[in-house]
């Protein structure tokens, strides 16, 4: 014969005790508690609410009632949980393809823009924050050429000159089609750099280097008449989902290829005998 279960059985959430074991002293998360208690994430958070408990983050909350043991407790072993679930699941994946779709992927981004505003962070937060976003460490770190030695040329108003205008010339040049899915588009077409504008930069402001003639007037009109010689060859006309899957993790190699494949348009630039001077 079957026992009859009780209401705190049925709905563990209701149970206060049963819910502040399994949520302070277990430090499970709120996903886990409604996994636990076989119910919606939501639910649990509105008994969370009733119950009175601080949520995990609350940290003066947490150690005013149980003390900093359990607080330092409940964060190892979130830090482990999320560390475990987190590990390789959304290496080279974009928030879209994170949560199934664009608008979910902007308010996701929005949120966390939302929850950063009115926030002091210390010196010592910002200068951590600052030390592994630096050099390599950086998405966009390009090899550092043009932030050291280069620092002085003006690296910007060179790109808004140049690539700027020959990506629109490319596009106009090959009929705003893809070259890649065939799509055409006056709108969604934009101009790929196949050999790309920060190796045709580097190479050039060394060129200067060696003449004693580095400065961003020099460098611009080189760079100028360099794009004017080869622009049909370092240029390809794509649409952003071509552009973006090309620069994406993925198309790495891809770009890399390309650069191997057109070096030798620099080959000038390079020096011909040692020292390189005329």
């Given at each position: 014969m079957n026992k009859k279960l009780t209401d705190n059985e049925v709905f563990g959430y209701r149970d206060r005790k049963l819910f502040e074991e399994k949520y302070i002293f277990e430090g499970m998360t709120l996903n886990k508690l409604a996994e636990y208690f076989s119910c919606d994430w939501s639910c649990v958070e509105d008994w969370r609410i009733k119950h009175g408990f601080p949520k995990h983050s609350d940290r003066e909350g947490i150690i005013s009632i149980y003390g900093e043991d359990i607080f330092t407790y409940i964060k190892r072993v979130k830090s482990e949980t999320y560390s475990e679930s987190n590990k390789g699941r959304n290496i080279g994946r974009t928030l879209e393809e994170i949560y199934g779709s664009k608008e979910k992927a902007l308010a996701v981004i929005e949120k966390r823009r939302a929850s950063s505003i009115g926030i002091k962070r210390s010196a010592d937060f910002k200068t951590n924050l600052s030390k592994l976003r630096k050099g390599s460490c950086n998405p966009n770190y390009k090899g550092g050429f043009y932030s050291l030695e280069h620092k002085e040329i003006e690296r910007n108003l060179i790109s808004?000159?140049?690539a700027a205008a020959f990506n629109k010339i490319s596009v106009i040049d090959r009929d705003f089609t893809c070259e890649t899915c065939g799509k055409k588009s006056l709108k969604e077409m934009c101009g790929h750099h196949k050999l790309s504008f920060s190796t045709i930069f580097g190479e050039i402001c060394n060129y200067a280097t060696r003449r004693?003639?580095?400065n961003t007037e020099f460098i611009l009109k080189e760079i100028y008449q360099f794009h004017l010689e080869y622009k049909d060859k370092i240029y390809k006309c794509l649409c952003l989902e071509c552009h973006k899957k090309i620069h994406s993790k993925e198309g790495k190699q891809v770009i890399k290829?390309?650069?191997?494949?057109?070096?030798?348009l620099l080959d000038k630039y390079k020096p011909k005998i040692k020292g390189d001077k005329i």
């Open positions: 808004s000159y140049i004693n003639c580095l290829q390309e650069i191997l494949e057109l070096i030798h």
